[in-house]
């Protein structure tokens, strides 16, 4: 029997959410390298760039009479045109999942489960997001609730171990802008506002379905800079460990720095602890990139989304292995191709135009 469709999730879950979302891949695969050491003010500004580009994504829905992101497109270019729209952003936040999804399986192949294949790992993980999806975005949101406690406490965790260790050098951050702020300015633009701020369009499929949708807004910006703020302070972590030329070089500098912590000849190697952070949120990121892919393709064909959970989890946990060769590619590949030609025009360019056509449309019926 199919479950009620009528999902909602509380403002504090979305606050939650929105949190583990914004941090989850982001903590461990080391952001705004072109900044050097510089990285942490690069992180500061364009948090809030994020906030602002979140509170337009507020402003765009409330105009629209609190509708998703596929129903405004319906409303902005018509029932037939707008389902072009919608199947790019279905195909965006499908690849997206992928993309995830392989940070996460190469995270675990090359640390821990070094000789298990990495498909078994992208299925393994899928199994779990299927379970989500199934029982709805509810029991995500709980399961949220159930996890924050630990993963806030791990990461002060690490940080801490490794200011015991005394492997900290701040030093490491010095000069501050000593190669002046076109590097900062590199890094923030389209890199951090592609990933990981602008990835929040998702969210734009969610909102809708807060219960108290009028105090959502500031609900999801404090959440954005308190995560922004997490991830300036892992980025210190990673600087004053490693140096910007070590944590520019390492595929997880996160996991690498926490290697550092050696207490009593007792508490070393804290892998799992990383893993453990990286896990929930990796889960996390990729059940909304999907959910919002499956309520696109409710749109376009009028059938319950969970008609399409199991073909189209198959679809991403294959296209997480074949997206590239091997990890440089799909790191690079992250670097060029996503942010100029995916971000930009889906995070930015298609809603600045949305608005708009939404004020006019008003306007005319208005008139009427």
């Not at 005394?166 to 590097?183: T, W």
């Not at 896990?279 to 959910?291: A, D, E």
Request: aromatic share 14%; glycine share 6%.
């Amino acid at each position: 029997m199919e479950r009620k469709m009528d999902e909602k999730i509380s403002l504090w879950q979305l606050f939650l959410l929105i949190f583990i979302f914004e941090t989850g891949s982001a903590i461990v695969v080391g952001i705004a390298g072109e900044a050097k050491k510089d990285a942490w003010i690069a992180i500061l500004m364009a948090t809030f760039i994020g906030i602002m580009i979140l509170l337009y994504y507020f402003f765009m829905i409330e105009k629209s009479g609190n509708k998703n992101l596929f129903e405004i497109l319906e409303l902005c270019f018509g029932k037939y045109i707008s389902k072009l729209f919608i199947v790019i952003y279905i195909i965006y936040f499908f690849y997206l999942a992928s993309r995830v999804l392989r940070d996460f399986g190469e995270l675990l192949v090359s640390t821990i489960f070094e000789k298990t294949p990495i498909e078994f790992i992208s299925l393994t993980m899928m199994f779990l997001i299927v379970y989500f999806l199934i029982l709805g975005i509810e029991t995500l949101s709980r399961s949220a609730e159930v996890f924050i406690p630990y993963i806030v406490i791990f990461i002060l965790f690490v940080g801490l171990g490794i200011l015991l260790s005394q492997e900290l050098d701040f030093s490491n951050l010095l000069p501050i802008l000593g190669d002046g702020i076109k590097p900062v300015m590199k890094a923030i633009f389209p890199s951090l506002i592609g990933f990981p701020f602008g990835e929040l369009i998702v969210f734009t499929v969610l909102i809708p379905k807060v219960t108290k949708i009028k105090k959502a807004r500031t609900v999801a910006a404090i959440s954005v800079f308190l995560s922004g703020l997490l991830l300036v302070y892992t980025t210190v972590i990673q600087l004053a460990t490693l140096g910007d030329n070590i944590r520019n070089r390492s595929n997880f500098p996160m996991l690498s720095a926490a290697r550092e912590i050696s207490l009593l000849n007792f508490i070393e190697r804290v892998d799992l602890l990383i893993v453990f952070i990286v896990m929930f949120g990796i889960v996390v990121k990729v059940t909304i990139f999907f959910y919002g892919g499956l309520l696109g393709l409710e749109k376009v064909f009028n059938i319950p989304y969970r008609q399409f959970v199991v073909p189209m989890a198959l679809l991403i946990s294959f296209s997480s292995i074949i997206i590239s060769k091997n990890f440089a590619e799909h790191i690079e590949e992250g670097l060029t191709f996503v942010p100029f030609y995916l971000h930009l025009p889906l995070q930015l360019i298609l809603p600045l135009f949305i608005f708009p056509i939404i004020w006019f449309k008003k306007n005319k019926s208005h008139d009427k």
